[in-house]
């Protein structure tokens, strides 16, 4: 149980970090190839917003609307916020593709430990609730199979040996 739960904590750490940072490129890459002011500092922004479980729309929709508001609404301009949006949106996609990786735990059941022990307990909750709900998940199916023992063989074994 020990090696589950810190299976759990690196796949949770290394999930969240990894989908912020990925995040945070994405968004970078608009940012900089638009020549956003202060592109640097909103991707730090980006950063610590998904490390904490916050959208990045909270950052991205207003730059959005500043380059609307200076440049006009030009292809280049809705590209651009299009683009954003969806970067914005990106750990949406990532989160369940990345959290279950290397846990023998699916996928689903990290993702909502993941998702509810960030709304019931915080940051300590992110790493408590997956934590709590795998070795849930590992008990049950413990008990389960003990429930369910398998058919033994050394019965159909001797009686074709008598045969």
Do not use: H
């Not at 589950?4 to 940012?31: E, H």
């Not at 990045?56 to 440049?71: G, L, Q």
């Not at 683009?83 to 689903?108: H, S």
């Amino acid at each position: 149980m020990a090696k589950l739960c810190t299976q759990t904590v690196r796949t949770v750490a290394q999930g969240v970090v990894g989908i912020a940072f990925i995040q945070m490129v994405l968004v970078g890459i608009a940012f900089l190839l638009k020549g956003v002011p202060a592109a640097g500092l909103l991707c730090l922004m980006v950063l610590v917003l998904g490390i904490i479980q916050v959208p990045a729309t909270i950052v991205t929709i207003p730059v959005i609307a500043f380059v609307f508001y200076k440049e006009g609404a030009t292809a280049a301009t809705i590209t651009f916020g299009v683009y954003t949006f969806l970067a914005g949106l990106a750990d949406n996609v990532l989160k369940p593709i990345l959290l279950g990786r290397g846990v023998d735990v699916p996928m689903p059941v990290i993702l909502i430990g993941a998702l509810g022990g960030m709304v019931s307990g915080g940051i300590i909750g992110l790493f408590i609730g997956p934590i709590a709900l795998a070795v849930g998940y590992r008990l049950f199916w413990q008990w389960v199979d003990l429930q369910n023992p398998p058919a033994a063989t050394e019965p159909a074994a001797t009686e074709s040996a008598k045969e």
